[in-house]
């Protein structure tokens, strides 16, 4: 079966920088559409990021500028590296994989605090 393990996530002053990877098993991931969606407490969850099959990316207007997606076809993983992070960016951050269906993993929790 599919499995998108998601790891990287942390505490972080903000300013600071995190990895976050999701390691995909199950599925070709080559053939997948990646993305990353994030939940705040209290909040529905949020589109972040999404890499294409071709490599082509789009972001959240929130984020734009700040994370950057990327994917390793030879490691079915895909990252997300977050830099100049904000309190406003703590949140649990979902894998996603699509190809007519969405996969998701069971998240990793990002905490930006002082």
């Known amino acids: 079966q599919v499995q998108l393990v998601e790891s990287g996530g942390g505490l972080v002053q903000p300013g600071g920088s995190l990895r976050l990877s999701c390691a995909a098993s199950?599925?070709?991931?080559?053939?997948?559409?990646m993305a990353w969606y994030r939940q705040a407490p209290g909040k529905q969850r949020e589109w972040v990021a999404t890499?294409?099959?071709?490599?082509?990316?789009n972001y959240a207007g929130s984020v734009k500028g700040r994370f950057t997606i990327s994917r390793d076809n030879a490691k079915n993983t895909v990252y997300l590296r977050m830099n100049s992070l904000k309190p406003e960016d703590t949140a649990v951050y979902y894998c996603?994989?699509?190809?007519?269906?969405?996969?998701w993993g069971q998240g990793t929790q990002v905490t930006v605090s002082s």
């Open positions: 996603n994989a699509f190809k007519g269906q969405d996969y």
């Open positions: 199950g599925l070709i991931f080559r053939a997948y559409t």
């Open positions: 890499i294409a099959l071709g490599g082509s990316t």
